[in-house]
């Protein structure tokens, strides 16, 4: 029974787990339009899914509906060594045309061991977003009508804060 224990934790100590930063994603460029950066910190090697899954919520005819958009990798190499980050970009496959003006985007990385991990932004500038933020955001935008008071006003502005913040 010991060792069950002994090998349950090792594990879950080895297991592959995914930190995902997302650079760019542009809608209007044909290739390579989305662009982002994961690292494996995991303690065994692993491999991406060459489809990167993309929930949304857009305005369509006055109301606000979920979307959803596929990307898909461009690199052969897919494979994710132990504490390596490494950067990678995706084609479109389907988008909506106004995608570009979508809100609550949610990012969905798998890996071929069936590892799930989920990078969630508030809109275009892709503003990292933690689970529970993107979730009470989401349901008071859809119950109140209302988005956080302390967004940038323009793109100038939030350029200005990202350079402030330095370069992490």
């Not at 899954?53 to 857009?58: D, E, K, N, Y």
């Not at 897919?78 to 570009?100: H, I, M, Q």
């Not at 061991?113 to 349901?139: D, N």
């Given at each position: 029974?010991?060792?069950y ?20 994603d ?5 290739l ?13 090697p ?19 509906t ?66 529970l ?36």
């Amino acid at each position: 029974m010991l060792s069950y224990a002994v090998q349950l934790f090792r594990y879950l100590i080895n297991r592959p787990s995914l930190r995902v930063r997302v650079f760019r994603d542009d809608d209007s460029v044909e290739l390579g339009g989305l662009e982002f950066e994961i690292e494996n910190v995991g303690g065994r090697p692993t491999s991406l899914n060459p489809a990167v899954a993309v929930s949304f919520w857009l305005l369509r005819q006055g109301q606000f509906t979920r979307g959803e958009a596929t990307y898909a990798v461009r690199e052969v190499d897919r494979k994710l060594p132990p504490f390596e980050a490494r950067t990678f970009t995706a084609s479109r496959v389907d988008t909506p045309r106004n995608y570009g003006f979508s809100w609550f985007r949610t990012y969905r990385f798998t890996t071929t061991t069936g590892h799930v991990v989920r990078f969630h932004a508030r809109h275009q500038l892709l503003h990292k977003l933690s689970p529970l933020a993107h979730h009470w955001e989401l349901f008071s935008f859809r119950a109140l009508g209302r988005l956080r008071s302390d967004m940038p006003e323009s793109l100038d502005h939030y350029e200005a804060h990202k350079r402030l913040q330095g370069p992490h």
